[in-house]
C-alpha cells in the first residue's frame, strides 16, 4: 500500500497536497483498493463553498457508492474534469492524475487537525 509521506490525510481516507493555499484532494490507495473497480466519480459542488467534513461528491464503485468528505473548510475552485471520462484513473493513480478537487483554504489551522503519514499508516493497519 501506498502513503506518500509528502502528503497529509484524514480518518476518511482521503489525501490533501497542500500548496499555498490551494490544497488538492483525492481519495487514497488504501480506500480505492477497498472500494474495488471504481466507475463513476459525480462532483457537482465547483464554485460552492463548503465545511470542512460536507460531502462534495460520490465515487460509486461496482459494488457500492461512497460519499466524499471535504478535508478542510473551502471553495471548490477546480474538479479533476478528466475523471468525468476515465473514473478508473482513481483506481490506476490515486495520487496523481485520479485526483478530485482543488479547494481554496478557508482556515489554514485545520490543517492541524489532518494526519500525517505515519499516523495515517497506523490508522489504516489496524
Given at each position: 500500500m501506498n502513503i506518500p509521506e509528502n502528503l497529509k490525510y484524514t480518518k476518511?481516507?482521503?489525501?490533501?497536497?497542500?500548496?499555498?493555499?490551494?490544497?488538492?484532494?483525492?481519495?487514497?490507495d488504501f480506500a480505492q483498493s477497498e472500494l474495488g473497480e471504481i466507475v463513476y466519480v459525480e462532483i457537482e459542488t465547483e464554485d460552492e463553498d463548503l465545511e470542512k467534513e460536507e460531502?462534495?461528491?460520490?465515487v460509486e464503485?461496482?459494488?457500492t457508492v461512497?460519499?466524499?468528505f471535504m478535508p478542510l473548510s473551502g471553495k471548490?475552485?477546480?474538479?479533476?474534469?478528466?475523471?468525468?471520462?476515465?473514473?478508473?484513473?482513481v483506481n490506476k493513480d490515486p495520487f496523481g492524475d485520479g485526483w478530485m478537487i482543488k479547494i481554496e483554504?478557508?482556515?489554514?489551522?485545520?490543517?492541524?487537525?489532518?494526519?500525517e503519514a505515519s499516523a495515517y499508516t497506523e490508522l489504516v493497519s489496524e
Open positions: 476518511d481516507h482521503e489525501w490533501i497536497k497542500v500548496d499555498g493555499n490551494i490544497a488538492t484532494v483525492g481519495i487514497t460531502v462534495f461528491g460520490t464503485a461496482v459494488k461512497s460519499d466524499l471548490v475552485v477546480e474538479v479533476n474534469a478528466g475523471l468525468e471520462d476515465a473514473p478508473e484513473l483554504i478557508a482556515d489554514t489551522s485545520e490543517l492541524e487537525a489532518l494526519l
